[in-house]
């Protein structure tokens, strides 16, 4: 890799890693440029010599906590066998993970930000390679999307693949996991409801949609 290129992803981890401290401590809604900056070491003009504004650093600076879940995956689902128990799974760990910080993955993947985004995925991860972890095939291209529906329709999509759902209730599938997954995630996040409760209820109506479109 050229010296440039090293230096260049040297700092912007220090701006994010100075993001991420302020993520943890204060919150994500109290990032301000310059509290980044003076924590970096650096001044506030630096910082846009590497991201495009403040929405880009803050965005990569959440990735940093979804890493548990992105490597957490893999033995999640170890011992599933069909695309069907996949779906289900990768729901379950995702309600685990995301539930414990509802306006990280919130900001991740629902803020009204700009369509960069999707390519802020794939920079993170070229940044910090580790964080993705061992993931399946079908599983990694999941988790390099931004696009939340984008991501559910990886798997939806095998499970007509394997006679599971049919072709034409897939989008119905994802779509309704997604709003029942996204009105629960506000429930959290505005504490009108637990987080054991949240993902009960979650799962469950997730379980339910799934039985009711599944070919018998």
């Not at 965005?59 to 695309?83: Q, S, V």
């Not at 061992?134 to 931004?146: A, E, V, Y």
Request: hydrophobic letters at 40%; a negative charge.
């Amino acid at each position: 890799m050229p010296k440039k290129e090293i230096q260049k992803r040297r700092i912007m981890t220090y701006f994010i890693n100075a993001a991420s401290e302020i993520i943890e401590k204060e919150g994500i809604e109290k990032i301000t440029i310059r509290k980044v900056a003076d924590k970096a070491g650096y001044n506030s003009a630096t910082l846009y010599n590497y991201f495009e504004n403040l929405d880009h650093l803050i965005f990569l600076a959440a990735m940093r906590y979804i890493r548990d879940y992105a490597l957490a995956l893999p033995e999640y689902l170890k011992d599933t066998d069909n695309a069907l128990d996949i779906f289900i799974k990768v729901w379950e760990c995702f309600c685990l993970f995301s539930f414990k910080n509802p306006k990280i993955y919130y900001a991740i993947f629902f803020a009204d930000l700009n369509n960069a985004l999707e390519d802020y995925v794939l920079e993170y991860y070229k940044l910090f390679p580790e964080d993705l972890g061992h993931q399946r095939k079908n599983i990694s291209t999941m988790l390099l999307k931004h696009n939340i529906y984008e991501r559910g329709m990886t798997t939806v999509n095998r499970c007509v693949d394997e006679g599971f759902i049919r072709e034409e209730d897939a989008e119905d599938l994802n779509e309704m996991a997604t709003l029942l997954y996204k009105g629960m995630l506000v429930k959290v996040i505005e504490n009108k409801i637990d987080y054991n409760k949240a993902m009960e209820k979650t799962m469950k109506y997730i379980n339910l949609v799934v039985d009711s479109l599944a070919i018998k």
